[in-house]
């Protein structure tokens, strides 16, 4: 049986954009990297049920650097871009579809904003509402030029979240139908922590935050209620006498909430954590990508096999999980992927 994954890339020196790479879960081996459609720096994609891409993109006109989105129709052989959203500045760092509300979500690490946009019909979006953090930021020289909103998606009870590397905050929003955002609460977490990503466990009431700056993550309390998230407890992704730079990146649960998953760039591994049910975490493994900055990684269907893509290398590993003890061992490296930076199954 073969599963595609999208592969969201950098252009600054190979790739030509968005990819396609399959694996053969039989076997298990990655088989094919194919060239799928172009963007300036689709550094991450999202997935409409509609069959629509929602990619960043970026493009240099006349000196000028514009930002923002690309969308393309997956419904034929071959995808047709349908729309272009760009603006004046950086494009954004993460970009999510809201399936109920027809709304999708950007964050704009470079200019602050999270934009929330309505998908028209025709998958064509409207901009329906802009919010950009003024909060003090933290100590650390990644800080030091203002807030970093890197993550915008939603609450398992359909909130939206924002993680803000520059300000060392996490926001929670409601969402009107509209596409109009109402700030709720938010969270302190360390100075210099760096918020990147994070994942729910609903069951458990717990979010699960990565820290790109402190190579940290924290279990967070989610009172869905109340709409208030309190820290746990915090560990460590990389080793205690890793003194090179890390920035921890992608963060991931396993679909039985057992084992939680982060990728290391600088240390160049993933750590495996056993989660408790209070949702404390404990390291179980630390395990080479093979690779030189592996950003994303994602699973196949039944989460038997991991893929990561590493950025520097323009490299994939593939690895095969136990579902018991959530250790991961290598199946397969140096199949190239070129510039890769996020990984979405197809």
């Known amino acids: ?13 190979i790739s030509r954009g968005i990819y396609r790479v399959s694996v053969d879960t039989k076997a298990p081996k990655l088989t094919d990297c194919e060239w799928l459609a172009s ?111 890197h993550f915008a998606d939603l609450t398992p009870d359909n909130r939206l979240v924002v993680c803000d590397l520059g300000s060392d905050k996490v926001y929670l929003y409601d969402v009107s139908d509209a596409g109009k955002l109402t700030p709720v609460s938010h969270v302190d977490l360390p ?37 208030k998230f309190t820290v746990k407890s915090i560990i ?8 090179a730079h890390n920035g921890s990146a992608a963060i991931r649960l396993s679909s039985d909430r057992r084992f939680v998953y982060v990728s290391n760039r600088g240390n160049n591994s993933i750590t495996v954590f056993a989660a408790a049910e209070d949702g404390t975490l404990t390291t179980v493994q630390r395990i080479s990508t093979e690779g030189d900055f592996p950003r994303d990684f994602n699973w196949t269907s039944d989460q038997s ?23 991961l061992t290598l199946v397969q490296k140096d199949f190239m992927v070129p510039e890769g930076v996020s990984v979405l199954p197809a």
């Open 1 to 13: 049986m073969t599963e595609d994954f999208y592969i969201g890339t950098y252009t600054k020196r």
């Open 39 to 149: 963007a300036g720096s689709p550094t991450y994609i999202a997935k409409a049920k509609a069959k629509r891409l929602y990619v960043i993109n970026k493009k240099e006109t006349d000196g000028a650097t514009h930002g923002g989105l690309i969308i393309y129709d997956m419904s034929e052989d071959k995808p047709r871009a349908i729309q272009q959203v760009l603006a004046t500045g950086s494009s954004p760092a993460y970009v999510a579809v809201d399936e109920a509300r027809q709304l999708v979500y950007t964050a704009n690490y470079h200019t602050a904003a999270v934009q929330v946009y309505a998908i028209a019909a025709d998958g064509t979006l409207t901009e329906t509402d802009e919010v950009i953090d003024q909060d003090p930021v933290g100590p650390a020289p990644e800080q030091a030029d203002g807030p970093h909103p």
């Open 236 to 243: 460590s992704t990389i080793p205690d006498d890793w003194t």
């Open 191 to 227: 100075a210099g922590y760096g918020p990147r990503h994070i994942v729910f466990d609903a069951k458990k009431g717990v979010a699960y935050l990565v820290g790109e700056l402190s190579s940290n993550v924290a279990t967070l309390a989610y009172d869905a209620a109340a709409g």
């Open 305 to 327: 096999l991991l893929l990561v893509v590493n950025q520097n290398s323009d490299n994939a590993s593939l690895f095969q999980r136990d579902a018991q003890s959530g250790k």
